[in-house]
């Protein structure tokens, strides 16, 4: 069965870092195309970043470009999300997401991936 497994996650301090990973196994992780969400209570899930099969391509929401990064490391099956500067309202569920995808494409919707994790809590403090 195909399994997403976020972890990483923890408190932190206003302007710190951290990095969350994404470990997939069931599946040819390099065929697919890797994405990472986030909730917080009371709000729709939102779309961070993506990332291409092949790591050449990447796509980030306004919100955190600049302070977040994501890679992978197919022969390790893990995608990343380095996380930098976080702020208070970085506070939420991380999910990664995997979405069979062409080569060089990075997937934007929630209905576009076909396998999710359950999630690493991430709480940033003042």
């Known amino acids: 069965q195909v399994q997403l497994v976020e972890s990483g996650g923890g408190s932190v301090e206003a302007g710190d870092s951290l990095r969350v990973s994404c470990a997939a196994s069931?599946?040819?992780?390099?065929?697919?195309?890797m994405g990472w969400f986030r909730q917080a209570p009371g709000k729709e899930r939102e779309f961070l970043g993506g990332?291409?099969?092949?790591?050449?391509?990447?796509r980030y929401q306004d919100s955190v470009k600049g302070r977040f990064a994501i890679s992978r490391d197919n022969a390790k099956n893990t995608v990343y999300l380095q996380m930098n500067s976080l702020k208070p309202e970085d506070t939420a569920v991380y999910y990664c997401?995997?979405?069979?995808?062409?080569?060089?494409?990075?997937?934007?919707?929630?209905?576009?991936?076909?396998?999710w994790g359950r999630g690493t809590q991430v709480t940033v403090s003042s």
């Open positions: 997401a995997a979405a069979a995808s062409p080569p060089y494409v990075v997937r934007e919707r929630q209905s576009q991936y076909d396998y």
């Open positions: 069931g599946m040819t992780f390099s065929n697919y195309a």
């Open positions: 990332i291409s099969r092949g790591g050449g391509s990447s």
